[in-house]
């Protein structure tokens, strides 16, 4: 029988799912919860193992909780590049409202540009009021129906279980509008979300695979564990032989103790530092001049004041951008804030403890305090032109590229001259949409079978690139002097 063909979304992997939101608002009981309700129990008497992330089933689909519940696992994993989580559910404790740790993980998830939905917990309680909630979020720029945003909120209870199903298939709806990659066709690539040293397992780590699949007997290798897969265990302690999109599987064969962040690939050989730190940059080196600064003062007096005139300093060129800000002293939350965010901390008045400054050196985050306002403003001012004008570059010319093909082994980027000129030699950055994919120099050009020295608006031509240069279809090549 001929299959039918439909116009049906093709099934890309399940969700990847964490959840944040300030201390006691209910995380650990929203993911005890929806772990014994939604976990189908094992058929082989598996017992739950506790890997830091399962998969619940709702309405036959897969949804993936990283259980370890706030935002040190979610900005480790960022700070090292792996952006794992696809959603992020904040928790708002309907009796208590937005708190700091609210606010923090707000600052984290429009860091890392993720869609949310928000969970107003604990309607139970007495004195839970949903209007203030919805208030509060929307001061911080969370806007939810209702309050001329289209962020979505489910009220819950995560005690009785009372919305929680509606909370799954909020997840799942916005999770289908974001519509997630099938990436079940590439090559493995697996992030750790969890690690330790077993006495008798020895170095055990989770992976949640990213891309592709990772199957019992694949050599794999990260930045400072390598291994065989000797086995492969589910959240619910069953053994498996494949692990898929999404899913976390616990790993036993590695040689040393992974980080948490750290990327597994295929593979026997160390993989370079250099790929490491340019994977990183992909991601997070914008395409506008910025400069992002994190604020730290002793009062909400000081902290406004700053923002203020943070917001008035003057660039020619970029922008300056305040990723998040709050009074209190400096703490390894905000150390990994700025690690992920590629931001500098300014600590106006704001204590740094020995372990948030070694910390930030091992981050290689800066760290900059004053206890004088108009120091602080003059630095700013001298200190971000500074760090903006690094380097003047003029773009010369701008291509598409809209064909990529193979000659004697290189890859060949045919392109559309669509502004100015290219020549052989000239650097060129590479764009993707608003990803900066990274630098390189132009090799050589050809006109059909002609070698050329250069190309002007409107020619077609094919060229190579010297250094580390990924370019697809649709990517802009400018060549900047
Ligand atoms: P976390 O710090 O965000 O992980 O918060 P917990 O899950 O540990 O919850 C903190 C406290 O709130 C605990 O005493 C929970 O029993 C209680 N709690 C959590 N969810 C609810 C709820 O929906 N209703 C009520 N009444 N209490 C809740």
Known sequence: MAKAKTNAKIQTRPPVVAVMGHVDHGKTTLLDYIRKARVASSEHGGIT???????????????????????????????????????????????????????????????????????????????????????????????VEGYGGDVVAVPISAKSGEGVKELLEMILLVSDLAELKDTSQANFEGVV????????????????????????????????????????????????????????VGILGLTAVPAVGEVFTLG?????????????????????????????????????????????????????????????????????????????????????????????????????????????????????????????????GKAEVVAIFKADAARVAGCKVSEGQLSKGDKVNITRGERNLGTAKIKTMKHLQEDINSASVGDEFGMTLEGKADFAVGDIIEAVR
Not at 224 to 247: D, F, W
Not at 366 to 371: A, D, H, K, T
């Open 268 to 396: 026997k050989g160390k993989v370079g530092e250099e790929k490491k730190q340019q994977e990183r940059d992909d991601i997070f080196v914008p395409k506008v001049k910025e400069v992002r600064l994190l604020l730290k003062a002793d009062t909400a007096g000081s902290l406004e004041a700053i923002n203020a005139a943070i917001e008035s300093i003057e660039v020619s060129e970029g922008k300056v951008n305040v990723v998040h800000k709050e009074t209190g002293e400096v703490t390894e939350s905000d150390i990994l804030l700025a690690a992920s965010t590629k931001s500098i901390i300014i600590a106006f008045n704001a204590p740094v403890s020995k372990t948030v400054a070694s910390l930030a050196a091992e981050d290689k985050v800066l760290i900059r305090s004053y206890n004088l306002i108009y120091e602080l403003l003059d630095e700013l001012k001298e200190g971000v032109d500074a760090l903006l004008n690094v380097k003047k570059e003029e773009v010369v």
């Open 193 to 248: 979300i969890d690690s330790s040293l077993d006495k008798y397992r020895g170095a055990v780590a989770t992976i949640l695979v990213k891309k592709g699949s990772l199957k019992v007997g694949d050599q794999v290798v990260s930045n400072s564990a390598s291994g065989r897969i000797k086995a492969l265990i589910t959240s619910n302690g069953e053994r498996v032989s494949q692990a898929v999109g999404s899913m976390p």
């Open 49 to 143: 193992q506790h890997i830091g992330a399962y998969q619940a089933e709702v309405n036959g689909r897969i949804i993936t909780f990283i259980d370890t519940p706030g935002h040190a696992a979610f900005s480790a994993m960022r700070s090292r590049g792996a952006a794992v989580t696809d959603l992020v559910v904040l928790v708002v404790a309907a009796d208590d409202g937005v708190m700091p740790q609210t606010k923090e993980s707000i600052s984290h998830i429009k860091a890392a540009n993720v869609p949310m939905v928000v969970a107003i917990n604990k309607m139970d309680a007495p004195g839970a009021n949903v209007e203030r909630v919805k208030k509060g979020l929307a001061a911080e720029g969370v806007l």
